[in-house]
């Protein structure tokens, strides 16, 4: 099976709302995997003996990327871990009066979804999102801490993104 290739990237929204382009962190070490949930909301009802399927490419459930077994002694995880936190949705509005919206992207499952440039032409950008929790499991076995799982939360607000 080939090694995936790309990358897990954030970047802050400035007061406005606009992404900070002068500000991209890329998440090394990456994901352990992705939970998108169902990739496009689709409900199904039958009217007058007929199936009726309608589908959006809007989906606004929680997404998430979670690492497995990082320990706090990797420096890179640890740092991330933190700059996660920090960008939580309540954090950047409530502690530091900031935008709540964070830009996320990443290039490697090719399930993240496209980003409509205005011009009819898709691309895999970044997307508008807000982090609604950051949080790591504790082992429950003691001794050495690896956390079995550190998870961030996050649910898209781009009227522009799309699932295609």
Known sequence: ????????????ALANGNRDTGTEVKFVPA???VDYGDRIV??????DAKLI???SAKNPKVKKWVWVGYTPIVPRYEAQYEIMFRHQQHIREDVFGESPYVYLKETVTNV??????GVGNLVADWARCRIINV???????GGYVKYP????????????????
């Open 112 to 117: 993240w979804g496209m980003y409509s440039s």
């Open 42 to 47: 689709m409900t199904r009802h039958e009217t």
């Open 135 to 141: 949080d790591r499991t504790l082992p429950r076995e």
């Open 31 to 33: 994901p352990s995997y």
């Open 53 to 55: 399927v309608q589908r």
């Open 1 to 12: 099976m080939p090694t995936p290739t790309g990358y897990f990237y954030l970047s802050p």
């Open 149 to 164: 799982e550190t998870t961030i939360e996050f649910t898209i607000d781009d009227t522009n993104f799309t699932v295609v």
